[in-house]
């Protein structure tokens, strides 16, 4: 099973007889769970209740959730004027328009939201947390579904960028022994040049001759090392290893996405080093694809749960 995205959606909706009551979740990426609760006036009182299922249900995410009420048909039906509250209203809009012409007139829709004016049919509170739970409990497969199927397609991204710098490690492990022994040859050349211009016009001996060829080769053996990235592509290589372990890993386990963020720094690190001591045009290239394929794994890491 892949790991979740922290991109999802998921609604569901009941009708009941005041209307039709809807609940719909949103998320996108986001270091901790954070939720963002858009309720009516009427529903405030669940907010707690509804925080504290998300959490136990999401662990990292900006979580928006909406629930809505809209009239239906079979609600209106139920709906009856209250003559008394009616009266009441009316005689206040009257009142205000004697003493205020300039606002504008009252509309029917106007009154009709007016408190007291409308008989609506009334749900226990037991009962909306039943109709909100039975909601969220659908919208959160819905929403838990469609962040596994994102989840699943990051993972197919992130292994496939992963076989890319895999491919470039090998690579670069072939070019780097020439790599070396031209750099070497090069600096053997411009210091045999060096000392050719430091001692021109004076015969040297065979013992200061011979001291002058092993110091040329002990330099040249000390640059070589210098720019040798073999331990830089074997710990990108256990970066890489660990990667593939951690995105392998079972889905159950959480902290994946925090694990591979760290992972892409190391990398990352490595690629660095490795651009700094390459030795070669060919090195350099391949240190700046690795490091435009990390940039790209650790964009869809952020997405990971």
């Given amino acids: 099973m892949a790991h979740p995205s922290m991109t999802g959606f998921g609604s569901a909706q009941t009708d009941c007889p005041t209307g039709r009551l809807s609940l719909e979740l949103r998320s996108v990426n986001s270091r901790y769970f954070e939720l963002h609760p858009r309720l009516p006036d009427e529903f405030r009182w669940s907010e707690s209740h509804l925080r504290e299922r998300l959490q136990a249900a999401i662990s990292r995410g900006k979580v928006e959730l909406r629930v809505g009420m809209s009239r239906t048909e079979a609600s209106l039906s139920q709906t009856q004027i209250n003559p008394a509250g009616l009266a009441s209203a009316l005689r206040l809009a009257h009142e205000i328009r004697c003493d205020h012409e300039e606002i504008t007139p009252f509309s029917v829709n106007d009154l009709l939201r007016l408190p007291g004016v409308l008989i ?3 749900l226990s509170q037991d009962e909306w947390l039943k109709l909100l739970n039975g909601l969220l409990t659908e919208a959160l497969q819905q929403f838990t579904t469609n962040r596994q199927a994102e989840g699943q397609r990051l993972a197919e ?4 960028r992963l076989d890319q710098l895999t491919a470039l490690c090998a690579q670069a492990q072939t070019l780097v022994p020439e790599a070396i022994a031209a750099q070497q040859q090069r600096l053997s050349e411009k210091l045999r040049e060096a000392i050719g211009l430091t001692i021109a016009g004076k015969e040297l001996s065979a013992e200061h001759a011979t001291a002058l060829e092993d ?15 073999a331990e830089e592509i074997d710990r990108l290589g256990a970066h ?5 372990q951690t995105l392998n890993a079972s889905a159950n386990k959480s902290g994946i996405g925090k694990r591979l963020d760290f992972l892409t720094q190391e990398m990352n690190r490595e690629a660095n080093t490795l651009g700094s001591k390459s030795a070669s045009i060919e090195l350099s290239k391949i240190s700046i694809e690795m490091k435009l394929l990390i940039e790209q794994i650790r964009e869809q890491v952020q997405n990971l749960e």
């Fill in 120 to 122: 609506e049919p009334q």
């Fill in 157 to 160: 991204v992130i292994e496939h």
């Fill in 215 to 229: 110091r040329i080769r002990q330099e040249a053996a000390v640059y070589g090392l210098r720019i040798d990235i």
């Fill in 240 to 244: 890489l290893a660990a990667a593939r």
